[in-house]
């Protein structure tokens, strides 16, 4: 199956510096790679998402990269805040006839005012 | 509803003791996907219904759980004999499709004691 490894485990930045999470996958076949913030004690959501077919998307200080040959995605945030401050989970779904949307272990971010 | 609903938002039980979780998706959302998460870890599948029928139960653990959707709509999961290690958050998520962003309830959160 599908295995997600992010990196890195912990992140601080300071106010207004830029944050970079990178993740890899294993399955060839996975072709939706969605970016999830979880806020403590709240429910993941959905911050922004990348399909296979492209390589880059942008949503105003949030951006992802995907290089599928490498089998690597990158979340980049720009201008960071102190409310950008959370646990970012990327995610990977297999597109070989599975629903498993497999997650990583999660990146803590603090943003230091 | 606006959003995802899962009842319990809290479950304590005792080892041994049977417990059902809730999840109320979004109206006419057709695919809903139970997670577990333990703390600092990130959403672990469980199983993925489109409609009324599971299309992928790989991710329960053993035979103690059991999950059912029986009309397309509110799902319920069922642990039987539950264990201490059973102990997490039990999140549920629904989408419009399978490429499509999934949102999340915020979780029942269940302790075996």
């Known amino acids: 199956g599908e295995n997600v490894e992010q990196h890195p485990s912990t992140l601080s930045v300071q106010e207004g510096d830029s944050a970079v999470i990178k993740c890899t996958y294993s399955?060839?076949?996975?072709?939706?790679f969605p970016w999830y913030k979880q806020e403590l004690g709240k429910r993941p959501q959905l911050i922004i998402d990348?399909?296979?077919?492209?390589g880059e998307k942008k949503d105003q200080r949030i951006a992802v990269t995907l290089n599928k040959t490498a089998k690597h995605f990158s979340l980049h945030i720009t201008e960071t805040q102190p409310e950008d401050s959370a646990v970012y989970f990327c995610?990977?779904?297999?597109?070989?006839?599975?629903?498993?949307?497999?997650f990583g272990k999660g990146t803590k971010l603090s943003v230091i005012p | 509803g606006a959003g995802v609903s899962q009842t319990p938002s809290n479950k304590v039980t005792e080892k041994g003791k049977y417990v059902e979780l809730r999840c109320d998706p979004i109206?006419?959302?057709?695919?809903l996907y139970w997670y577990r998460q333990s703390l600092g870890q990130g959403p672990e599948f469980l199983i993925y219904?489109?409609?009324?029928?599971?299309?992928?139960d790989s991710g329960l653990p053993n035979d103690r759980f059991f999950a059912v959707r029986p009309e397309g709509s509110v799902s319920t999961l069922k642990i039987q004999r539950t264990e201490r290690g059973d102990s997490a958050v039990y999140l549920c998520?629904?989408?419009?499709?399978?490429?499509?962003?999934?949102?999340f309830g915020q979780g029942t959160r269940l302790t075996v004691v």
């Open positions: 998520a629904s989408s419009s499709g399978k490429n499509t962003e999934a949102f």
């Open positions: 219904f489109q409609g009324t029928g599971a299309a992928d």
């Open positions: 995610a990977a779904l297999s597109g070989a006839g599975s629903y498993q949307l497999t």
């Open positions: 109206s006419g959302h057709t695919a």
């Open positions: 399955d060839s076949a996975s072709n939706y």
């Open positions: 990348i399909r296979s077919n492209v």
